[in-house]
């Protein structure tokens, strides 16, 4: 089984590397859909092993969320925003 972290992201430089790096010991891959970011969100994304795309917005979430979860091809994926983290329980998310 493969857990895939899928994110959709636009100006999060504040707290996305808190995000990625609760998760990277728990997921196989993490996956960023960065929707125009002005600051360095898909820079340091990318540094923190993330896999980087870039979306242009329509002014249609679905979409986007769409977008991003073709980039997957994991059995599960685990999408949080970039101000959310896991605190703890990462080690069940196999278990489920």
């Known amino acids: 089984m493969t857990i895939a972290l899928v994110m959709i992201v636009r100006d999060e430089a504040r707290c996305i590397e808190r995000c990625l790096a609760s998760v990277r010991p728990w997921v196989d891959s993490m996956i960023v859909l960065d929707t125009g970011s002005r600051d360095a ?56």
């Open 41 to 96: 969100t898909p820079e340091l994304a990318a540094a923190a092993g993330a896999q980087v795309h870039r979306f242009r917005w329509c002014d249609d979430f679905s979409a986007a969320r769409n977008a991003a979860l073709a980039h997957s091809d994991a059995d599960w994926n685990l999408v949080l925003d970039a101000d959310e983290w896991l605190r703890d329980g990462g080690a069940n998310l196999r278990a489920q």
